[in-house]
Structures are given as C-alpha cells and as structure tokens.
C-alpha cells in the first residue's frame, strides 16, 4: 500500500465518525499534491446539498483529530467541501445510485482514437463498467482503464 493510500485510509477511519454522528455521507477522502503542495481533501454530502457551515463543523473536529493523531508526515492542506456538480464515482453506492444516469468517462488512453465517453451507465463490477448509447450500441471499460467517471451535467 503506498503513502498516499495509507493516509487516505487512516483519515477515512477518523472523520467517518463525524460524518455519522451529523447524518452526513463521506463521498471521498483524497490525498494529492498539486502546485507544489499536499491536499487532504474530504468531499460529505447529505440530501439536500451540503452548506458552508456544514464543511466548517467538519472540518474544525476532523483537523482536531488530525492534530491528535499526527500520522500525516508531509505539510498539507486540509479541505472539507461538497463533491459538486462534477461527483466522481468511485464506490459501489456510487455506482448503484447512478444506473440509468447520464455519466461521463475519462480513460488515461484512447479507445478507438477517442479518451472521453458519455453515455447512460448500465451495469458495474469491480472490474468494469458498462455504457449504453444511442442506438442500443454498449461499451464495456475495464476499471483500471478509467481516469474519470462522473455525472454528466449540461448548462
């Protein structure tokens, strides 16, 4: 398991509590580097849409146990914010919530000259996901594959 993973598994284990205790759901905790700089970002929800106060109740108790559990050697940057528009589907409830959606896939490399896809998702495994488009034609992706998959939003 990699550094990265690590924190992102021990800071799971830490704010779920909190994030149960305000009837919240845990969307996602990542730990990336960008700009020079490490973010630990935790993304809640709850029906209705998460609110600025919201992320600052979390947030204040989440970095008080942070501080207290001082497993995170790099200097970072802690984030508590709604997964937006833009929600990323990475767990099994995700998925579930998600059949007969529109949704957008990234992959890291192209399949047939093309990296992006929308289409309604159909079906998921641990191993792929299944897109349906016009004219009754599927694509299957194997998960590995996937850079990005989220709700498709148009403006």
Known sequence: M???ETYEQKAEAL???LIEEHKFE??????????????????IDKPGGINVDDCEVISRAFSDLLDK????????ILEVSSPGLGRPLKKDKDFARSIGEEVEVRLYRPLNHQKEFTGI?????????TLAFEGEEELVFERQDIALIRLAFDF
């Not at 998702?121 to 996901?129: I, R």
């Open 69 to 76: 559990e001082d497993f995170i050697e790099d200097t970072y």
């Open 15 to 17: 704010i779920l509590p």
């Open 2 to 4: 990699t550094k990265r």
């Open 121 to 129: 998702l159909k079906a998921w495994d641990e191993k792929t996901v």
């Open 26 to 43: 845990l969307v996602d905790v990542e730990y990336v580097k960008e700009g020079g700089n490490w973010y630990l970002r935790a993304y």
